[in-house]
């Protein structure tokens, strides 16, 4: 089986509101976790109590995106050429 090889270059990466971006999808999983706490009953009955765990890892993993990417933009902005 022969290497793939790219025909092209790699496009530039995509750069935007990163940090909005990490908070908003943080925020989202801790509002999906609070909704889902009142029915803990009903998730534990079915067996489906993974979901509610499932966004509060989510909320958790996204506290540790915002801290890296908060850090990531101002090592970025650091080390930008004086305009």
Known sequence: MAKWTP???A???LEGPVVATIT???ILWFVLFLVQLPFYGWFDDHGH???LW???AGGGLGLI????VRKRD???KREAPAE
């Open 49 to 51: 109590l993974w979901w």
């Open 24 to 26: 908003g999808g943080t």
């Open 65 to 68: 995106g915002v801290w890296y």
């Open 7 to 9: 025909k092209h270059e």
């Open 11 to 13: 496009p530039e990466p």
């Open 74 to 76: 101002a090592a970025i």
């Open 54 to 56: 499932t966004c509060l």
